[in-house]
């Protein structure tokens, strides 16, 4: 794929992407104010978490692996053979589920035991309605993890990338609908409609590239039988993390109250750069990967890898400096009321600050663990996942005590980065050189451009602050937007000065995007004339 439809495929996958969090944001608003903090809200709210446990790792995962044995299997067999694996996994996929589903139906009330043992009485008998109500979800949620997979494998890219929007559309209707009429089991209904509608919206897609379903199952297949093989190390390396988080949290439950909740606000905040914008080019790029290791092409790889992580050094590092610099504003404006008060921001921003430090570890680590799942090598990821985890308590118990609940953060920073040294390492023994004069031309310049611009953005905001000393939410707001677009305007000026490649591709799409823009009001005039 060339650099140009990179830029473009990012952007639509960007731009869905904040449109999706946006309504995301307004769908858990509109459940707080419609529901409260009330018995129906926390049933709900468990409900959901059991059939999200049962299948979400499970659909991580076949959506990882799915792409580069499907690009492998049509390199190796053609597109015919393609569709084959394509729809044994779908089946595969739908008769797991049922026996999932059913057996779910009969075990809810043990289910819910274990994952609510505080629950009595009729929080006990709603949840257990409502995790039977939501069991389908599974189904849904699996077959949108493949058919994402297969779309993109076909670098058609648009369509996953907006089967948010009408998920959280569909629940915000059925938030406020049954807020009046159904009850909470409204929004049960609903959230299994809102589920499904990510498959319709996949529908145009699949037409698109001529999918055609077959009720098979070809236990023999080769493309089936290798996923089963590449699936089982990112299981366990999902595990190991999850041990990872358990242990952070029972650390936080002994320090100062609030240690546990910052530390979660302040992961929410810093994986927002990683959610948007780092997911656009691992998706984009993660078929191009498997593309050039199933031709053997490993120059082609190398070069794909190389333009993967200058993307990521370009937008990932002035958005750590600007989490840096402007963190306790950016806190304050977003979560400071009700509950939320001063101490909880100044906690949450301490958060931040070391939590910011391993974004680019972490971005780096997003874009190399999809060239080895391209090498169709998950083992490698794995273990070295395990090993950052392992490196990540032993830093927790040890950074804990000097830095509270920042020790913690720290900790997570150092290991992601730790991590993301050895898989460069290791890829190198494989692969020979891997350009690192390029990466490392690109981290300079980005880094002095970014180092500006934090000079700049703070003498700006505490400017701003000496002029404006106590001011309201809209009018922080506004001071806060307007320094950002000061911080960008400066970072594209340092960036233009240092001649990096990946700004002018920025500044040629949106362009096109202004210039088709414009012809279609002009041609709308026109008609409009005549």
Same mark, same amino acid.
């Given at each position: 794929?060339?650099?140009?439809?990179?830029?473009?495929?990012?952007? &639509?996958?960007?731009?869905?992407?904040?449109?999706?969090?946006? *309504?995301?944001?307004?769908?858990?608003?509109?459940?707080?104010?419609? #529901?409260?903090?009330?018995?129906?809200?926390?049933?709900?709210?468990?409900?959901?978490? &059991?059939?999200?446990?049962?299948?979400?790792?499970?659909?991580?995962?076949?959506?990882?692996?799915?792409?580069?044995?499907?690009?492998?299997?049509?390199?190796?067999? $053609?597109?015919?053979?393609?569709?084959?694996?394509?729809?044994?996994? !779908?089946?595969?996929?739908?008769?797991?589920?049922?026996?999932?589903?059913?057996?779910?139906?009969?075990?809810?009330?043990?289910?819910?035991?274990?994952?609510? %043992?505080?629950?009595?009485?009729?929080?006990?008998?709603?949840?257990?309605?409502?995790?039977?109500?939501?069991?389908?979800?599974?189904?849904?949620?699996?077959?949108?993890?493949?058919?994402?997979?297969?779309?993109?494998?076909?670098?058609?890219?648009?369509?996953?990338?907006?089967?948010?929007?009408?998920?959280?559309?569909?629940?915000?209707?059925?938030?406020?609908?049954?807020?009046?009429?159904?009850?909470?089991?409204?929004?049960?209904?609903?959230?299994?409609?809102?589920?499904?509608?990510?498959?319709?919206?996949?529908?145009?897609?699949?037409?698109?590239?001529?999918?055609?379903?077959? %009720?098979?199952?070809?236990?023999?297949?080769?493309?089936?039988?290798?996923?089963?093989?590449?699936?089982?190390?990112?299981?366990?390396?999902?595990?190991? $993390?999850?041990?990872?988080?358990?242990?952070?949290?029972?650390?936080?439950?002994?320090?100062? @109250?609030?240690?546990?909740?910052?530390?979660? #606000?302040?992961?929410?905040?810093?994986? *927002?750069?990683?959610?948007? #914008?780092?997911?656009?080019?691992?998706? !984009?790029?993660?078929?191009? #990967?498997?593309?050039?290791?199933?031709?053997?092409?490993?120059?082609?790889?190398?070069?794909?890898?190389?333009?993967?992580?200058?993307?990521?050094?370009?937008?990932?590092?002035?958005?750590?400096?600007?989490?840096?610099?402007?963190?306790?504003?950016?806190?304050?404006?977003?979560?400071?009321?009700?509950?939320?008060?001063?101490?909880?921001?100044?906690?949450?921003?301490?958060?931040?600050?070391?939590?910011?430090?391993?974004?680019?570890?972490?971005?780096?680590?997003?874009?190399?663990?999809?060239?080895?799942?391209?090498?169709?090598?998950? !083992?490698?990821?794995?273990? *070295?996942?395990?090993?950052?985890?392992?490196?990540?308590?032993?830093?927790?118990?040890?950074?804990?005590?000097?830095?509270?609940? $920042?020790?913690?953060?720290?900790?997570?920073?150092?290991?992601?980065?730790?991590?993301?040294?050895?898989?460069?390492?290791?890829?190198?023994?494989?692969?020979?050189? *891997?350009?690192?004069? @390029?990466?490392?031309?690109?981290?300079?310049?980005?880094?002095?451009?970014?180092?500006?611009?934090?000079?700049?953005?703070?003498?700006?905001?505490?400017?701003?602050?000496?002029?404006?000393?106590?001011?309201?939410?809209?009018?922080e707001a506004g001071l806060l937007t307007a320094v950002i677009c000061a911080g960008v305007a400066i970072y594209a000026v340092g960036a233009y000065i240092l001649g990096l490649p990946e700004l002018k591709l920025?500044?040629?799409?949106?362009?096109?995007?202004?210039?088709?823009?414009?012809?279609?009001?002009?041609?709308?005039?026109?008609?409009?004339?005549g």
């Open positions: 794929m060339k650099k140009e439809q990179l830029f473009k495929a990012a952007g &639509i996958i960007t731009a869905a992407s904040i449109i999706s969090k946006v *309504l995301g944001f307004f769908r858990e608003t509109a459940l707080a104010g419609v #529901f409260g903090a009330t018995t129906a809200t926390d049933a709900y709210l468990v409900a959901t978490i &059991i059939p999200w446990m049962l299948f979400s790792v499970i659909s991580t995962a076949l959506s990882t692996t799915l792409i580069p044995v499907y690009t492998r299997r049509v390199h190796e067999a $053609g597109d015919e053979a393609g569709l084959r694996f394509i729809n044994t996994l !779908v089946n595969f996929i739908l008769v797991i589920c049922l026996i999932m589903i059913i057996a779910g139906v009969f075990a809810a009330p043990w289910i819910v035991k274990i994952v609510a %043992p505080g629950f009595r009485g009729e929080a006990v008998d709603l949840t257990i309605f409502l995790t039977r109500l939501l069991l389908p979800m599974m189904v849904f949620h699996a077959l949108t993890a493949v058919f994402t997979g297969y779309l993109q494998a076909v670098e058609r890219f648009t369509w996953p990338a907006l089967v948010g929007i009408p998920f959280n559309v569909v629940m915000i209707i059925a938030i406020i609908i049954s807020g009046v009429s159904f009850g909470i089991a409204g929004v049960a209904v609903g959230s299994v409609l809102a589920t499904a509608c990510q498959m319709v919206v996949m529908l145009p897609g699949l037409i698109r590239v001529k999918y055609r379903y077959q %009720p098979l199952i070809d236990w023999k297949d080769p493309g089936f039988r290798q996923v089963g093989k590449l699936i089982v190390p990112i299981l366990l390396a999902t595990g190991a $993390g999850q041990l990872g988080i358990i242990v952070n949290r029972m650390l936080a439950s002994g320090l100062a @109250e609030g240690s546990i909740s910052a530390l979660n #606000f302040g992961t929410r905040l810093t994986q *927002l750069p990683l959610g948007i #914008f780092i997911m656009a080019v691992t998706t !984009v790029l993660y078929p191009t #990967f498997s593309q050039m290791a199933a031709q053997r092409d490993m120059h082609g790889l190398r070069r794909a890898m190389i333009a993967g992580v200058r993307s990521s050094i370009f937008l990932i590092i002035p958005m750590a400096v600007g989490l840096i610099v402007l963190r306790e504003p950016i806190v304050r404006v977003l979560f400071e009321r009700g509950a939320f008060d001063a101490k909880a921001t100044d906690m949450t921003a301490y958060a931040v600050l070391f939590l910011s430090l391993g974004l680019l570890p972490m971005a780096l680590r997003e874009v190399i663990s999809r060239v080895y799942f391209a090498l169709q090598d998950t !083992v490698t990821p794995m273990m *070295l996942g395990i090993v950052a985890v392992v490196v990540n308590i032993v830093l927790n118990f040890v950074l804990v005590r000097p830095f509270a609940h $920042g020790g913690l953060a720290l900790a997570t920073s150092i290991a992601s980065l730790i991590a993301v040294i050895i898989l460069f390492w290791v890829l190198r023994r494989r692969l020979g050189s *891997l350009g690192g004069m @390029e990466m490392w031309d690109s981290l300079w310049r980005v880094s002095l451009a970014s180092g500006v611009m934090y000079v700049g953005v703070d003498l700006l905001w505490k400017t701003l602050v000496m002029i404006y000393p106590n001011p309201g939410f809209f009018l920025c500044i040629d799409y949106a362009g096109k995007i202004l210039r088709r823009l414009f012809s279609r009001r002009s041609e709308v005039a026109g008609h409009d004339i």
